[in-house]
């Protein structure tokens, strides 16, 4: 079993920048693959950035290509989403999640264990 919790969400005006943190919990976590989902009012979860266990490969929606960033300082750190440039479209609730995988991996039905999420609101 994988525990996960994330921190860091806020409010923040239009340009501003948050972290976010997924802290993770369970004997076989350094074998995971992390990612982020966001989930606005009335809408899907949808995917933001992913990491390999390693930290080595990282993948990234086009929605947020050059504002956030992925990382993770080893397998068994905590995963953190550098969020930059924000704007208004970015206001969801973010979800951590891992997947028993080594690898970087998009789709939502890949992965296995989910955090509760955390708040980010982005005002004009």
């Known amino acids: 079993q994988v525990q996960l919790v994330e921190s860091g969400g806020g409010l923040v005006q239009a340009g501003g920048s948050l972290r976010l943190s997924c802290a993770a919990s369970?004997?076989?976590?350094?074998?995971?693959?992390m990612g982020w989902f966001r989930q606005a009012p009335g809408k899907g979860r949808e995917f933001v950035a992913a990491?390999?266990?390693?930290?080595?490969?990282?993948y990234y929606a086009d929605s947020v290509k050059g504002r956030f960033t992925i990382s993770r300082d080893s397998a068994k750190s905590p995963v953190y989403l550098q969020m930059n440039s924000l704007k208004p479209e970015d206001t969801a609730v973010y979800y951590c999640?891992?997947?028993?995988?080594?690898?970087?991996?998009?789709?939502?039905?890949?992965?296995?264990?989910w955090g509760q999420g955390t708040q980010v609101t982005v005002s004009s």
């Open positions: 990491i390999s266990w390693s930290g080595g490969s990282t």
């Open positions: 999640a891992a997947a028993a995988t080594s690898g970087v991996v998009a789709g939502l039905n890949e992965y296995d264990y």
């Open positions: 369970g004997s076989t976590f350094s074998s995971y693959g």
